[in-house]
């Protein structure tokens, strides 16, 4: 028996690093044999496998429900179909629940199939298609991974890969761009964001009342309605998995390389959302008569210059105006003479137009980010402060207490260790509070870091903490306030460092479909040059645009996104806001991947804050409702939702 490899997604190949739009084309059949196939071929499909308990995780719960594999005459499909009525208790609604749904994908689409056993927690698989792209993971609570492969042997040509002992290879293709592509160590597989199908089954068998059961495993055959090809829409599901050095070597890929990449990443099918009357007045209203127009090639090549006549006419329709920073004398007026906050929407408005002014923040950030509540007096919160400040101080001392000897035979410890020291040397030296040698707000840095790597020992330490805890030391110039004011920034922002990155890829997600909703025509150019991914965007969203404004703006900016007005995704709106601002130089220069990416870095330092809040705000009133619908359940900054479920995991048997 081989032993099973161990693996995170984070170091996975197979299963990789964004968000594709679109979806290869699922069908039973191409048009070219859909005259001439048979009725017989469509009958007596049947039930050769089903699991119950099987979940995904799209966000920061799991969905439960129940994976089939479905025969039908020499084909074979695979089904996951999210159950009814125990998943309520999550807030899954119906619309949600389809949004999720896995439904019929033949084994023909499919390229292969890796199992995952780690050393605590379930048995998970990951479907890679044909096409580059992947299915989430599929947690098996109980059990039945060597069933299932078993199943599909019996059924389809299965082999293990020859590379890698835990990949099972359907009808073992691979390519040697693949096997290129992977020397690279860059993403191989995209997950899947589902396209129209032209295959379904019946309605009563994908939308049966999936009453979760201990049923288990079934291999007998159980008679099922037919296969029909009528089109059926789906969403996508929010993926996972990048780092900052996956972004970074992308930056350095040669032509060979980013052809292959584009070859993986490439939509064989458009979307599932179909244009309505409500698109249509988007558009009308956003672009001006000649914005679909592509503009010709400006000759500077470092040139970044805005399409400003788009957006002034933007900011005129819905951009209000920005405020000075709200300052003592005004703040005043929005608290009681006990310091509660006394209508927190208003301030919230209130900061969002203007920032706060420098000598504030240090009040107000705690506030804002949710570590005081708004109802909570001057008392209250310095009665906090001294308990919090005791608490920051005993779990700070876990690892001051580790010993050399206990170090030497901690090796996580000593990973994160080595990691945020290496970080914090090079985290904001420019300014004045971390510039210098020996410098003690460095040292808080790395304190208040490898604290927090105690204090969520899962989470731990990855690169750009650092970039998110720099303003708030520097604002607070408290070590114990700091810490709490990050912990309570993580709680929202803690998913776009996991080791699945669900977070990260729900908001590339998300930020395709606002772009594909707001600007048709720059999505339709982002199609055709193979960028739906949108890793581009991935250094603006995974530090709240850290790097691109200077340290004041960056300050003015993480303020007014914490007042989640008009919108908790507000910041996927100033995404938009950037590149439709942006729109005719990058379509105009004809910006393949490596360009468009290299534009966006050089973009550090030269966007207009104010314009783009503006502009944001008015793309956010624009989608409305519509544009909130676009974005998955759990997407980052929301709090995670928590069901509080327990699962059991049963041992399972390496095939």
Request: glycine share 6%; proline share 4%; aromatic share 10%.
């Amino acid at each position: 028996m081989l032993d099973s490899e161990i693996h995170d997604l984070s170091d996975d190949a197979d299963y990789a690093a964004s968000l594709q739009q679109g979806s290869a084309s699922v069908m039973l059949c191409n048009d070219s044999t859909k005259e001439s196939s048979s009725a017989s071929e469509l009958d007596g499909a049947e039930i050769v496998y089903w699991k119950d308990n099987v979940a995904i995780h799209p966000t920061q719960f799991a969905i439960s429900g129940r994976l089939k594999l479905i025969k039908q005459g020499s084909s074979l499909f695979m089904t996951w179909i999210p159950y009814k009525g125990h998943n309520a208790d999550t807030g899954l609604s119906d619309k949600d629940r389809n949004l999720y749904t896995i439904r019929a994908v033949p084994f023909t689409e499919i390229r292969s199939i890796r199992r995952h056993t780690p050393a605590l927690g379930w048995q998970y698989i990951i479907v890679v298609l044909s096409s580059g792209l992947a299915h989430p993971p599929l947690y098996f609570y109980s059990g039945g991974v060597k069933e299932f492969l078993a199943t599909i042997k019996q059924h389809v040509l299965l082999v293990r890969s020859a590379e890698d002992a835990n990949v099972f290879l359907v009808n073992d293709f691979q390519s040697t761009l693949q096997r290129t592509l992977s020397s690279l160590e860059l993403p191989r597989a995209v997950p899947l964001a589902h396209g129209p199908s032209n295959i379904s089954v019946d309605e009563s068998t994908l939308n049966e009342n999936e009453e979760r059961n201990d049923n288990g495993v079934n291999n007998g055959s159980v008679s099922v309605p037919q296969f029909h090809r009528r089109p059926r829409h789906k969403a996508h599901d929010p993926a996972r998995d990048l780092s900052i050095q996956v972004l970074e070597k992308f930056s350095l890929v040669t032509k060979f390389a980013r052809e292959t990449t584009s070859q993986l990443f490439r939509e064989n099918q458009t979307n599932g959302f179909n244009t309505n009357e409500r698109r249509t007045q988007i558009q009308t209203n956003l672009d001006p008569p000649n914005s679909s127009n592509v503009a010709g090639k400006i000759s500077d090549e470092n040139s970044a210059v805005p399409d400003s006549q788009e957006f002034d006419n933007l900011s005129l329709v819905w951009g209000k105006p920005r405020e000075p920073p709200l300052d003592s004398k005004e703040w005043i007026t929005f608290l009681d003479s006990e310091g509660r906050v006394t209508d927190s929407e208003a301030m919230r408005k209130r900061i969002f137009y203007g920032g706060l002014d420098h000598e504030l923040r240090n009040e107000v950030w705690g506030l804002l980010l949710g570590y005081y509540t708004y109802d909570s007096t001057y008392a209250e919160r310095e009665f906090l402060k001294s308990v919090k400040k005791s608490e920051y101080e005993n779990i700070k001392n876990q690892w001051l207490s580790i010993s050399p000897a206990q170090a030497k035979r901690f090796t996580k410890f000593r990973e994160r260790k080595g990691l945020i020291e290496k970080d914090v040397v090079r985290t904001d030296r420019s300014i004045s509070f971390y510039e210098g040698d020996d410098n003690p707000n460095v040292n808080v840095l790395r304190d208040i870091l490898l604290t927090y790597s105690f204090y969520n020992f899962d989470l731990g330490y990855c690169q750009g903490m650092s970039d998110l805890l720099s303003p708030i030391l520097f604002v607070m110039d408290d070590e114990s306030e700091a810490f709490w004011c990050f912990v309570a920034l993580m709680e929202r922002l803690g998913p776009n460092f996991n080791r699945d990155q669900n977070g990260m890829h729900s908001q590339l997600f998300a930020l395709s479909k606002l772009v594909e909703l707001l600007d048709s025509s720059l999505h339709n150019y982002f199609k055709q040059r193979d960028c739906l991914n949108y890793f581009f965007c991935f250094r603006w969203i995974l530090i709240q645009f850290k790097r691109e404004f200077e340290y004041e703006k960056t300050m003015i900016l993480w303020e007014v996104l914490w007042t989640h007005y008009p919108s908790e995704h507000l910041h996927l709106y100033v995404c938009v806001a950037v590149l439709k601002r942006y729109r005719n130089k990058i379509m105009g220069e004809e910006m393949d991947f490596d360009s468009l990416l290299k534009f966006i870095n050089e973009l550090s330092g030269h966007i207009d804050l104010d314009a783009t809040l503006r502009d944001a705000e008015a793309l956010s009133i624009c989608a409305g409702e519509e544009g909130a619908a676009r974005i998955p359940p759990g997407t980052p900054p929301s709090l995670p939702v928590d069901d509080g479920s327990v699962y059991i995991q049963h041992d399972d048997e390496v095939l």
